[in-house]
């Protein structure tokens, strides 16, 4: 069993930014590809984004690209969101998924058996 826990997340102003990270424990996550997800008030948990076992392979939601990167450190067991040129709108609980069966349907979180506990982030105007 792999448990996973968010930390990082905060209170920033608009433009600004702010570092995710996930560290895993339990067993190594080095073969798993890692996601993450967040959830605004009353909408539904969407694609944030996710990488691939070796890093090679980065993935990410429309509305994050060029703004977020995710990475990752195998050594550490611990995967990473940095937040960049932050807005309102990306106020929401995020949360740190991984697994063995996601290979490349990265988006649906069905596929992945692994979450953690969640950390907000709210962007202030």
């Known amino acids: 069993q792999v448990q996973l826990v968010e930390s990082g997340g905060g209170l920033v102003q608009a433009g600004g930014s702010l570092r995710l990270s996930c560290a895993a424990s339990?067993?190594?996550?080095?073969?798993?590809?890692m996601g993450w997800f967040r959830q605004a008030p009353a909408k539904e948990r969407e694609f944030v984004a996710a990488?691939?076992?070796?890093?090679?392979?980065?993935y990410y939601a429309d509305f994050v690209k060029g703004r977020f990167t995710i990475s990752r450190d195998n050594a550490k067991n611990t995967v990473y969101l940095q937040m960049n040129s932050l807005k309102p709108e990306d106020t929401a609980v995020y949360y740190c998924?991984?697994?063995?069966?996601?290979?490349?349907?990265?988006?649906?979180?069905?596929?992945?058996?692994?979450w953690g506990q969640g950390t907000q982030v709210t962007v202030s105007s």
């Open positions: 998924a991984g697994g063995p069966r996601i290979g490349v349907q990265v988006t649906s979180r069905l596929n992945y058996d692994y």
């Open positions: 990488i691939n076992w070796s890093s090679d392979r980065l």
């Open positions: 339990g067993r190594t996550i080095s073969s798993y590809s």
